[in-house]
């Protein structure tokens, strides 16, 4: 089944205690992007990767870094989780980046909800 | 800026009633107009876009319009059923996403 896959789903952590979501999707997709998203807010991107070992800011990049080393792989880093991190985090993906065609229609993963105490 | 704007962020409605949610956009070089529906609990999925050589597009109850001289597209749903209920975002080019409206329909 294609999909993108977030790992954990659900985490309570600590301030200042380092973690990383993994995102991991099956669709050979050139694009993967990492959104978070809080009431009223929206989602707005945090990091983006047009291709293997591409990755560019996104909106609110403050407080993460990403890697791209393989095509399948986009973890998202915390290495110092503070309390306005808690959030609702989507990493989603699309056959590849193009800005003017239909083939970056997202697949979203299904969520990772980080509660930063 | 690059933003998108995006109205109501609520909207109630009775069942069979028509909703209308409406997006504006300041970039005009922005071509790609996606709106993506979020079920409570569930991830984004996209329902409908449309590209900016074309005014409208239809697919069954939902319907995009976009006018390129304002900047601002819209979602229209007709014969609202309680299955519509979620929250729907709008998106453009580069993929920024509106703040959400928040779709109610009472049955």
């Known amino acids: 089944e294609a999909q993108v896959t977030q790992n954990p789903r659900y985490l309570i952590t600590v301030t200042g205690k380092k973690l990383t979501v993994t995102c991991s999707q099956n669709m050979n997709h050139e694009y993967m992007s990492w959104y978070r998203q809080d009431p009223g807010l929206g989602l707005r991107q945090i990091y983006y990767s047009m291709n293997v070992e591409v990755t560019d800011k996104g909106d609110v990049p403050e407080g993460y870094k990403v890697s791209r080393k393989e095509k399948r792989n986009f973890p998202l880093i915390l290495e110092s989780p503070s309390p306005n991190q808690t959030s609702l985090y989507f990493c989603?993906?699309?056959?590849?980046?193009?800005?003017?065609?239909?083939?970056?229609?997202?697949?979203f993963g299904a969520g990772s909800r980080l509660t930063v105490l | 800026g690059e933003n998108v704007e995006q109205h109501p962020s609520t909207l109630s409605v009775q069942e069979g009633d028509s909703a209308v949610i409406k997006c504006t956009y300041s970039?005009?070089?922005?071509?790609?107009f996606p709106w993506y529906k979020q079920e409570l609990g569930k991830r984004p999925q996209l329902i409908i876009d449309?590209?900016?050589?074309?005014g409208e597009k239809k697919d069954q109850r939902i319907a995009v319009t976009l006018n390129k001289t304002a900047k601002h597209f819209s979602l229209h749903i007709t014969e609202t059923q309680p299955e519509d209920s979620a929250v729907y975002f709008c998106?453009?080019?580069?993929?920024?996403f509106g703040a959400g409206t928040i779709l109610r329909v009472k049955s």
């Open positions: 449309i590209r900016s050589n074309v």
């Open positions: 998106a453009r080019n580069k993929l920024v």
């Open positions: 989603a993906s699309s056959f590849k980046w193009a800005a003017y065609s239909g083939a970056n229609v997202l697949t």
């Open positions: 970039d005009s070089a922005s071509n790609y």
